[in-house]
């Protein structure tokens, strides 16, 4: 059995229960609505809300458990599914609503940062392609009477195709990578101790070309583990990414 079937009966299971307990809220007022005025009426209302008094409100929890699951239980069966953009906007519907789990954030960081990482494989590809899409271009002039002369009108609109995928692709790596570096933002402003979240907002900063933010993670976590054998190579990077000093004036 899939994740997918498994929430799914999760759900079924959550629904039925609330159906069954919260109709008998909404039978029980359906009821008391009919029972009529009076001392006539009023000795069958005492008896519903009798029976249902000590339960009415825990029906209701079964409609949360579903909206919890529904927003929890789906990213991970688009996770497991492969459906890594669909997963995403479960989760970020669900960080919208708890916006202090930080396990989901964590959760959604490490997938932006793995939809970014295919985007860029994608990218790689495509720019690859781009530069076989017109290979006589290489030979042609760029300016001139003869550019219009030796122009093949195929291999250009191939370029052209090409070179829009390129520019999207590019803008989506981009996207991706500030995403995953704004979850692992949220994931060390909530657990500011967190060694391993300082550090992955620390690369994703870096590979998304964020150097202040990269720079400002890299020294927390050397701060919050001053002993770690990446030390080193930490200081290396950090020295790297800074701004050089300004030169004095003689």
């Known amino acids: 059995m899939s994740s997918a079937d498994a929430v799914a009966i999760v759900l079924w299971i959550g629904a039925t229960m609330?159906?069954?307990?919260?109709?008998?809220?909404?039978?029980?007022?359906?009821?008391?609505?009919?029972?009529?005025?009076?001392?006539?009426?009023?000795?069958?209302?005492?008896?519903?809300?009798?029976?249902?008094?000590?339960?009415?409100?825990?029906?209701?929890?079964?409609?949360?458990?579903?909206?919890?699951?529904?927003?929890?239980?789906?990213?991970?069966?688009?996770?497991?599914?492969?459906?890594?953009?669909?997963?995403?906007?479960?989760?970020?519907?669900?960080?919208?609503?708890?916006?202090?789990?930080?396990?989901?954030?964590?959760?959604?960081?490490?997938?932006?940062?793995?939809?970014?990482?295919?985007?860029?494989?994608?990218?790689?590809?495509?720019?690859?392609?781009?530069?076989?899409?017109?290979?006589?271009?290489?030979?042609?002039?760029?300016?001139?009477?003869?550019?219009?002369?030796?122009?093949?009108?195929?291999?250009?609109?191939?370029?052209?195709?090409v070179q829009g995928a390129v520019s999207d692709l590019q803008q989506k790596v981009s996207l991706a990578y500030n995403g995953a570096v704004g979850s692992w933002q949220h994931v060390t402003g909530l657990q500011p101790k967190n060694l391993n979240a300082w550090f992955q907002l620390a690369q994703a900063a870096q590979t998304a070309g964020e150097t202040t933010v990269a720079v400002s993670a890299y020294k927390r976590y050397l701060k919050l583990n001053p002993s770690s054998t990446s030390a080193p190579q930490i200081r290396a990077i950090i020295k790297q990414l800074s701004p050089a000093p300004p030169k004095k004036k003689k």
């Open 18 to 161: 609330y159906a069954i307990f919260g109709g008998a809220d909404f039978g029980a007022g359906f009821w008391s609505l009919l029972a009529g005025r009076g001392e006539g009426g009023r000795r069958p209302r005492e008896l519903i809300d009798w029976a249902i008094g000590p339960v009415w409100e825990a029906n209701h929890v079964w409609l949360i458990f579903i909206l919890v699951v529904l927003w929890t239980g789906f990213a991970t069966a688009f996770e497991a599914k492969g459906d890594t953009g669909q997963a995403i906007t479960a989760l970020q519907q669900y960080t919208g609503m708890k916006p202090k789990d930080a396990a989901a954030w964590s959760e959604l960081a490490g997938l932006q940062a793995t939809q970014a990482q295919s985007y860029l494989n994608d990218y790689q590809n495509a720019y690859t392609a781009l530069q076989l899409a017109a290979p006589s271009q290489s030979f042609v002039p760029t300016t001139g009477k003869l550019a219009q002369v030796f122009s093949n009108p195929i291999e250009n609109a191939q370029r052209t195709n």
